[in-house]
T-cell receptor, first 114, second 115 residues
Framework: AQKVTQAQTEISVVEKEDVTLDCVYETRDTTYYLFWYKQPPSGELVFLIRRNSFDEQNEISGRYSWNFQKSTSSFNFTITASQVVDSAVYFCALSRNNFNKFYFGSGTKLNVKP | DGGITQSPKYLFRKEGQNVTLSCEQNLNHDAMYWYRQDPGQGLRLIYYSQIVNDFQKGDIAEGYSVSREKKESFPLTVTSAQKNPTAFYLC??????????????FGPGTRLTVL
């Protein structure tokens, strides 16, 4: 069975602090895909990144970075020098090779205070 | 501009009424999905469809129905059988196929309130 766990329900930081959002997944598939989405207060989910199971390279995009470790089944997301605009709910998701269904974690609400 | 549109943005319904939520995409995506989100909760899959005239139940399909008569459209009907329909409903779509990046793209959502 596929499962995504985001143990952090809510995190509060002060602007300019670094913050890491944890994502742990379960799957027996050898080929799978991992995603991060941002849901601002407006409600629409915004795609941030995808990673396939064969690519363990970490990725950096501006203040955002992602650490994928198959050995610990984790796909963590770090925001460096957080800003108030980063305040949102962040979802981690997993899909199987057939892309029939996406499995979403319960989300982590990030509050960045000025 | 390509994207997913959902209408209406806000919907109010009296108990016992059926309502239909619209979802249209012009991304030429094969698969479409409906999710329900309750306050402070994650996304739960209601129905999904990979091709026209075919759809599958998700995890919480009871009290909902869908149709997929056109590739671009995937309307969701919330029936009176749905016991607690007040929620935020999100529609998504994705391309299907090997070697294709298949992230889901989401619409802006419809907030349904039962009075």
């Amino acid at each position: 069975a596929q499962k995504v766990t985001q143990a952090q329900t809510e995190i509060s930081v002060v602007e300019k602090e670094d913050v890491t959002l944890d994502c742990v997944y379960e799957t027996r598939d050898t080929t799978y895909y991992l995603f991060w989405y941002k849901q601002p207060p407006s409600g629409e989910l915004v795609f941030l990144i995808r990673r396939n199971s064969f690519d363990e390279q970490n990725e950096i995009s501006g203040r955002y970075s992602w650490n994928f470790q198959k050995s610990t089944s984790s796909f963590n997301f770090t925001i460096t020098a957080s800003q108030v605009v980063d305040s949102a709910v962040y979802f981690c998701a997993l899909s199987r090779n057939n892309f029939n269904k996406f499995y979403f974690g319960s989300g982590t609400k990030l509050n960045v205070k000025p | 501009d390509g994207g997913i549109t959902q209408s209406p943005k806000y919907l109010f319904r009296k108990e016992g009424q059926n309502v239909t939520l619209s979802c249209e995409q012009n991304l030429n995506h094969d698969a479409m999905y409906w999710y329900r989100q309750d306050p402070g909760q994650g996304l739960r899959l209601i129905y999904y469809s990979q091709i026209v005239n075919d759809f599958q139940k998700g995890d919480i399909a009871e009290g909902y129905s869908v149709s997929r008569e056109k590739k671009e459209s995937f309307p969701l009907t919330v029936t009176s059988a749905q016991k607690n329909p007040t929620a935020f409903y999100l529609c998504a779509s994705t391309k299907v196929g090997r070697g294709v990046y298949n992230e889901q793209f989401f619409g802006p959502g419809t907030r349904l309130t039962v009075l």
